[in-house]
């Protein structure tokens, strides 16, 4: 097998290694949570805060692309802003640089359905099933689970529903259709209301419930009661057709000394959007974010007694976090809220990824000083450190750290460092190869260089493809390599003659099965990339058996003279 071929199946480890396609909550809101407590009343007196840094940021961050901006009282006092919104075109990421929020997303849909309670149009301690249309009763052991559960992640539902496309499901009436009768299906992991499993699948149901209940779309609904309102004019749900790269940031791998664009170097579909549902489908910039934080926790969205519903923590979801700084808190309705026993500081967050577009974000509010902090991140080398980072920040501002310390780097990230290592380290071997295919042939005949042309051919492309590959340098690089070994075929014939001739079926699969494997691999993430793959196997055959024809005939006129 070439060690291209080999590559090229190793690239997708390190990504798929990081997080869960939609990361959420990471680990860190349940580490160290043992111990329940009783409620009790937030100090809610003022307390002065620190001012961030440069320096204390960028150890927090040391490899940072995305926008990052702290404001106190609605007034920005640090914002850092680096790294291409797509690597492709060297596009820098600007202030209005659009971001997936992911899971951030969540705490969005729980108050579209809030504004549904207060509208009087539901009751969040009345059945799940009750508002979603087709949905039967959601239950284990003869108890249902409730809108309040599914906002509190205290249905039971599993992560992700197994074999089952949710993407669309707001948008497509038999994707809908077919998402319900899925979550019927499912069997609950806990019963509803006794144990917190963050979960997809309700936040997605809740974006259901939303619109079965007011009869608008989602988008149409949130941009109605919040986006339109409050001057969000850079928010608003993904679809196919919102994936603008002028407007929409790329996912990169990135390593502070170049950058890749995700989605090219991995093969995967140019947009995400079809993915993901209510529980990650929201695209914002960091000034929208802002303006919904304070608008939210201010008191200018929700009623006094419904935002208490928000960010309320049941019982079943209490916990305390006695690594490091000792806090009390837990999981509320789309929002972590966690209060520090120094200065009984409250923190309301949440995070977000989505792997392996490698997106990440962090949304903070701290209600005695009313500081918004907000992160929007494109690349995935510290996805999971984004969370603790937005926490030290919020925690360092508010004097609770004298000092900082960097993230330490993750296992995944070395994977990236190995692989890349495959790739500049890698070409000049397959070159090297490659041209010896056309200097002296194949140490084990004709067959054996026909075969390994195929394979330079298709895979060393894509060493400068991961690197340098794009909508437009992809097919001319791919095209390029294709147009030299035609052409080095022809010209160097007399390694390649015969090379298919008199062979059996079994030999046949043994050097097209793997081509035809990668190619509904390929295929099934990016249509144009299986496409060149055919186009180039398909020449090469066509320019082999053209070849063949000719220097078959020769031989016999010389013969008959």
Known sequence: MPFSFIVLWLATIPTLALAHQDAGPAKHPDAGLEKKVVPRQVNQTQISAQILTPKVFERLTPIFSGVASLQIKGKEVFSKISGHADARAQQPI????????????????????????????????????????????????????????????????????????????????????????????????HTPGTKRLYT???????????????GQRFETFLKEHFFNPLGMADTGIETPVDADAQQHVR????????????????????????????????????????????ALHTGRILKPETYAELVNIPEANKRTHTAGLTST????????????????????????????????????????????FVMLSN????????????????????????EVSPPKLSWPAYLFLIFFALIFGGLPFTLYFYVQLFRKGHSKGSTKAFSALLSHTVYTPFFLLMVWGGPVRGPIIYSAFVLISVA????????????????????????????????????????????????????????????NGRHTLKPKKRIYK
């Open 200 to 214: 997809n699948v309700g936040y997605d149901a809740l974006g259901i419930l939303v619109q079965d209940v007011s």
């Open 379 to 402: 690349h995935a080398v510290h996805v999971s450190q984004l969370t603790k980072a937005g926490l030290q920040v919020l925690e360092w501002q508010h004097g609770l750290l004298d």
């Open 94 to 189: 600007k202030r209005t640089t659009r971001f997936p929020i992911c899971s951030v997303s969540k705490h969005f849909t729980a108050v579209a359905v809030l504004r549904l309670v207060e509208q009087g149009k539901v009751n969040i301690d009345e059945p799940l099933h009750n508002y979603v249309e087709g949905m039967t009763a959601i239950q284990k052991e003869g108890k249902v689970c409730t809108v309040r559960h599914t906002m509190n992640h205290l249905c039971g539902f599993d992560r992700e529903l197994a074999n089952v496309n949710s993407g669309n499901h707001l948008v497509d009436s038999e994707v809908r259709n077919a998402y319900v009768t899925a979550m019927n299906e499912a069997k609950l992991v």
């Open 488 to 547: 080095g075929l022809f010209k160097r014939f007399h390694f390649f003659h015969g090379a298919l001739n008199g062979l059996s079926k079994l030999h046949y699969l043994k050097i097209f099965l793997p081509h035809l494997a990668v190619t509904a691999i390929v295929g099934s993430m990016d249509p144009l990339g299986a496409i060149l793959i055919v186009a180039g196997i398909a020449s090469l055959l066509i320019a082999y058996v053209t070849a």
């Open 251 to 294: 996912g990169l791998l990135w390593m502070k000394w170049f950058n890749l664009d995700a989605a090219s170097t991995l093969m995967l579909p140019t947009n995400f959007a079809s993915t993901i549902g209510a529980s990650g489908n929201i695209y914002s910039t960091v000034d929208d974010l802002h303006r919904w934080n304070r």
């Open 329 to 372: 808190g837990g999981y509320a309705g789309g929002l972590i809220v966690g209060t520090y026993d120094q200065k009984d500081l409250e923190i309301i967050w949440h995070n977000g990824a989505l792997v392996p577009y490698n997106f990440s974000s962090f949304i903070g509010w701290v209600p005695q000083t009313q500081t918004s």
